[in-house]
């Protein structure tokens, strides 16, 4: 009996050697995209940061002077960060209730539901450019169509984006638009939620509302925090905006942290200061997604975990 129980034992164990050897094989493309595109790029913009390189002049050690510029003399990148954030926050917070909410309603028995949830996720696919430059059709001051509407039950033309105070949450709003990749997520989540929760709740009492709360919210926040996350990243590094249709304005209202270092590197060819702004850039979404990461114990729910 001992000597069956080594052998199966020792089997078992050139087995699981065997298995780990041909994991760690088929990990080794994944490992290269992660240091090739990823992790030695991120040095190397680390490392020309330290640098004032302007295009074809040759790289000059100045140490820490871009940094100390940034933070002293860079007026720009100041405004950039509370534009970057600010756009951030009401884009991610409008994202998640608009996907949610509209999930919702497509995981109902409605006619149609298919051809709904593919119009929902259509302008996820568009490309980007093409939005927004068709969106600053319908916020133009003059003959856009929502301006149109506006005059005709009596109110006073908006500048969307010609208004330094509306231009981030006018942008904010195609970006919500855009969020049908959400919508999908959250409509696989709402349909994994075990349906003999809600059938005891409604036994019990419980109306739409406090079901929606105490079981359907709790059931969802891993996908909550995983279009948190996903959300967040996306909507901090926007950029399509400014290109296309704003370049910064009106003033520095729509000077994106990502915008920034495409002026300072490709219109100016301060490379080595764009460098900096760039790995400060890494630092605030790392410090961002780490609240998040540090925070998702107190709030998320797992299914048979404690």
Not at 153 to 164: D, H
């Amino acid at each position: 009996m001992s000597i069956l129980f080594k052998k199966s034992k020792r089997r078992r164990s050139r087995m699981s050697i065997k298995e780990e050897r041909t994991a760690y094989l088929y990990l080794i493309p994944a490992f290269m995209g992660l240091t090739f595109i990823t992790y030695l790029p991120l040095l190397g913009v680390f490392g020309i940061s330290f640098f004032e390189w302007k295009g074809i002049s040759a790289p000059r050690f100045n140490g820490l002077d871009n940094y100390i510029k940034l933070f002293t003399r860079d007026h720009f990148f100041i405004d950039s960060i509370k534009v970057t954030v600010y756009f951030s926050l009401i884009a991610v917070l409008g994202s998640m209730i608009y996907s949610l909410f509209i999930a919702m309603l497509l995981n109902r028995k409605i006619p149609a539901r298919g051809f709904f949830r593919a119009i929902f996720y259509v302008p996820y696919v568009l490309p980007a450019t093409a939005v927004y430059i068709g969106w600053s059709w319908l916020y133009e001051t003059n003959f856009g169509l929502f301006n149109y509407l506006l005059t005709k039950i009596g109110l006073n033309r908006v500048q969307f984006l010609a208004s330094s105070k509306l231009v981030v949450p006018s942008l904010a709003v195609i970006s919500v638009w855009l969020s049908g990749n959400l919508i999908v997520i959250f409509l696989a989540g709402l349909q994994n939620v075990p349906r003999i929760y809600h059938e005891a709740a409604e036994i019990d009492g419980a109306n739409s509302w406090q079901r929606f709360r105490h079981i359907t919210i709790p059931c969802m926040t891993p996908i909550i925090f995983y279009n948190l996350l996903m959300s967040l990243v996306t909507n901090m590094q926007i950029v399509v905006p400014a290109l296309s249709i704003t370049n910064g304005g009106p003033g520095n209202a729509s000077m994106f942290m990502t915008y920034l270092m495409y002026r300072y590197a490709f219109l100016s060819n301060q490379i080595g200061y764009a460098c900096a702004i760039s790995f400060i850039f890494f630092l605030i979404i790392a410090i961002f997604t780490g609240i998040l990461f540090a925070t998702s114990k107190a709030w998320i729910f797992y299914e048979g975990g404690d």
